[in-house]
């Protein structure tokens, strides 16, 4: 896997390094050692499935508040996504900057999220399927999210936003 840091520190873009033969390709999606020599979480506490019915779904922005704070890797393992990681942390030379991705099952290509940033996406296909490494149980009562379209970001979604649960839209704008 080869791990490209971005311009918000810790959110890194991991692609695979497919070996390709007869068969078809294998390719190695996490390794701990090598996101711990990168100084990244190593660990997965749990893993989790997002399924989607429709194209321009969103879902985010969410992150857990300390002392909660998780790191994820997220990948597409079905149709595609746009996938955002927003630095929410204060003192951060990049607080309230953006990243994001296009991730496909196609691409293979995963987005580390770091503690501390908020994470959301829009779905650019239906049926689609977002698979989560994440490095802390999950405390609902941690639970925090921003507005995906707060002007303090000014996030640049691709598409239309038809379909967001009452919960993501109702965020109050920072």
Known sequence: MILEPTEIDGCVVVRPERHADERGHFARTWDGAVLEAAGLHGAVAQCSISYNHERGTLRGMHYQAAPHEEA?????????????????????????????ETLTAENGVALYVPEGCAHGFLTLESATEVFYM?????????????????????????????????RDAGYPLV
């Not at 890797?73 to 990243?99: K, M, N, Q």
């Not at 994440?134 to 995906?148: E, N």
């Open 72 to 100: 994820k890797l997220v990948r597409c393992t079905r149709g595609a996504i746009y996938d955002v990681c927003l630095d929410l942390r204060e003192g951060s030379p990049t607080f309230r900057r953006w990243h994001a």
């Open 134 to 166: 994440i490095s802390a149980p999950y405390a609902p009562d941690a639970g925090r999210g921003v507005r995906w379209d707060d002007p303090a970001f000014g996030i640049r979604w691709p598409g239309e936003v038809r379909v967001i649960h009452p």
